[in-house]
């Protein structure tokens, strides 16, 4: 199974940045589907981003779109999550997710796909 961890995460002030970053302990990132999901408190876990095997296809929350920007370094065996212009109500645990696909070249959107999940990490925007 592969293993995710996440990192970068923390408290920022509205209008500010932060670049989560998710470790795999995989070589071949490449056959893998990946994604970044949030939920915040009382609310059901949302695809904030997500990206193909191929890393030619994206998919964005409309909230968050032209503000995020996920990418993948496949030698690092890493993939991460730019945040900007961070807003109150990107507050949320951020989840970075993957799933094996060797084929597909399609980006997945419901969290049912993933079978590889990191633990989660804290963002907090506020001032």
């Known amino acids: 199974q592969l293993r995710l961890e996440e990192s970068g995460g923390g408290l920022v002030q509205p209008g500010g940045s932060l670049t989560l970053s998710c470790a795999t302990s995989e070589f071949t990132l490449s056959s893998y589907a990946i994604a970044w999901f949030r939920q915040a408190p009382g609310k059901v876990r949302e695809a904030v981003s997500a990206l193909s095997n191929r890393g030619d296809s994206a998919y964005y929350l409309p909230s968050v779109k032209g503000r995020f920007t996920i990418s993948r370094d496949v030698f690092k065996k890493m993939f991460y999550l730019q945040m900007n212009s961070l807003k109150v109500e990107d507050t949320a645990v951020y989840y970075c997710?993957?799933?094996?696909?060797?084929?597909?070249?399609?980006?997945?959107?419901?969290?049912?796909?993933?079978?590889?999940w990191g633990q989660g990490i804290q963002v907090t925007v506020s001032s």
């Open positions: 997710a993957a799933k094996s696909d060797t084929y597909s070249g399609a980006y997945f959107k419901e969290p049912n796909w993933y079978e590889n």
